[in-house]
C-alpha cells in the first residue's frame, strides 16, 4: 500500500534534508505527499532513460498514480556517496543564477531541477505549458529493488555504465503525456498514439573565450559533431536533420523524406507510443 500519511520517521527525515533551506513551504509539504517504498517497486516498468535519469511508468491501480511516470537518478558504476547539505550548483552556476537564491541553495538535482522549472521555465513559457513535477521520497529499498527489476529490461550499453542511484533520497514525479486521461485515476478506452521529437537545431556561439582549436564550434553545432562522432564509431546511421524554413524549401517532398528518415534512423530523437508503449524498438526500421 503507498503511503500518503508520512509517518512521523519520515518527517523527521525530511526535516533533517531541509534543515535551514529557503524553499518555500509549498515545496517541503509537496515533498511529503508520498513515500515510495520497497513493496511499491513491483508497480513501476522501464520506460525509457537517458543519460541522467531512468524513467518508470506506472502500472498499479493507486488512483493518484495512474497516468504518472517517476524519473529517478542514475549514477556512475562504483561511485560513492555523495555528501548532503552542500550546494548542488557548481562555482560558475551559482554566479550565473547568484539572483534567483532558491536555485543557489538547493542541495540535490531534483530540488535544482523543480525550482528552475518553476521559477525559470514557467514565467518563460507559461506554467500552463510547464510540468514542474513532484519531489516524492523514495528509500534505498525502493531503489535497489527497483534496480534489480529493470536490470533485465534497460540496454546493455547503458548497464555497463550507470545504474539506479540507491544513494538518492528524492525522485521526481509526472503526468504521463504519452496517454490521455478522461478523469484523474482513469485513461480514456480508445487506441492513444503519441509521438516524441526531441529538436536537435542547435547553436552557434560566438565568444571570444573559444580558443582557436576549438574554432570549429563556431559554424558546425554540438549535435552535428556529436552525430559525425557517432558515425566514426559505427554508433548511428549519420543523416542530416538540418530542416530549412519551409519558405526557402524548393519542394514540399523535401521535408516530407526529412521526416521519414527522420523515423526510419531515429537514434533516440524521436519516440513512437502507442498507449505508453515504444513501437520504435531500438534498432527497428520504419515499415511503410
Known amino acids: 500500500m503507498h503511503t500518503y500519511v508520512v509517518c512521523l520517521m519520515w518527517r523527521n527525515i525530511a526535516r533533517d534534508l531541509f534543515t535551514d533551506h529557503p524553499l518555500s513551504t509549498l515545496l517541503f509539504w509537496r515533498v511529503m505527499e508520498l513515500v515510495l517504498r520497497e513493496e511499491d517497486a513491483k508497480d513501476w516498468v522501464y520506460k525509457g532513460e537517458g543519460a541522467a535519469s531512468i524513467v518508470l511508468s506506472y502500472i498499479g491501480h493507486s488512483v493518484f498514480l495512474l497516468g504518472?511516470?517517476?524519473?529517478?537518478?542514475?549514477?556512475?558504476?562504483?561511485?560513492?556517496?555523495?555528501?548532503?547539505?552542500?550546494?548542488?550548483?557548481?562555482?560558475?552556476?551559482?554566479?550565473?543564477?547568484?539572483?534567483?537564491?532558491?536555485?543557489?541553495?538547493?542541495?540535490?538535482?531534483?530540488?535544482?531541477?523543480?525550482?528552475?522549472?518553476?521559477?525559470v521555465m514557467g514565467p518563460l513559457l507559461d506554467t500552463k505549458h510547464v510540468d514542474e513535477g513532484i519531489l516524492v521520497i523514495v528509500s534505498y529499498e525502493f531503489l535497489d529493488s527497483v534496480a534489480k527489476c529493470l536490470h533485465h529490461q534497460?540496454?546493455?550499453?547503458?548497464?555497463?555504465?550507470?545504474?539506479?542511484?540507491?544513494?538518492?533520497?528524492?525522485?521526481?514525479?509526472?503526468?504521463?503525456?504519452?496517454?490521455?486521461?478522461?478523469?484523474?485515476?482513469?485513461?480514456?478506452?480508445?487506441?492513444?498514439?503519441?509521438?516524441?521529437?526531441?529538436?536537435?537545431?542547435?547553436?552557434?556561439?560566438?565568444?571570444?573565450?573559444?580558443?582557436n582549436r576549438n574554432a570549429v564550434k563556431k559554424h558546425v553545432t554540438r549535435f552535428r559533431m556529436h552525430q559525425t562522432l557517432k558515425l566514426h564509431k559505427g554508433e548511428v546511421n549519420f543523416i542530416d536533420l538540418d530542416m530549412?524554413?519551409?519558405?526557402?524549401?524548393?519542394?514540399?517532398?523535401?521535408l516530407d523524406q526529412k521526416i521519414v528518415n527522420f523515423f526510419a534512423n531515429h537514434n533516440h530523437n524521436v519516440v513512437t507510443y502507442c498507449n505508453s508503449t515504444d513501437i520504435l524498438d531500438e534498432g527497428k526500421q520504419l515499415q511503410h
Not at 529517478?72 to 555523495?82: H, M, T
Not at 532558491?102 to 521559477?119: H, K
Request: with cysteine; hydrophobic share 40%.
Open 68 to 119: 504518472k511516470v517517476l524519473r529517478i537518478r542514475k549514477g556512475s558504476r562504483g561511485r560513492s556517496k555523495l555528501a548532503n547539505g552542500c550546494s548542488f550548483l557548481s562555482e560558475h552556476e551559482t554566479l550565473l543564477w547568484k539572483s534567483t537564491e532558491e536555485l543557489v541553495e538547493s542541495t540535490t538535482r531534483e530540488i535544482v531541477e523543480q525550482v528552475f522549472m518553476m521559477r
Open 154 to 211: 534497460r540496454p546493455p550499453w547503458r548497464i555497463d555504465v550507470s545504474d539506479v542511484d540507491t544513494f538518492c533520497n528524492f525522485a521526481m514525479l509526472f503526468s504521463n503525456h504519452s496517454v490521455i486521461m478522461r478523469s484523474p485515476g482513469t485513461l480514456i478506452e480508445d487506441v492513444c498514439f503519441a509521438v516524441e521529437i526531441k529538436p536537435k537545431c542547435g547553436f552557434l556561439p560566438d565568444s571570444e573565450f573559444i580558443a
Open 244 to 254: 530549412k524554413p519551409l519558405e526557402k524549401m524548393v519542394y514540399y517532398y523535401e
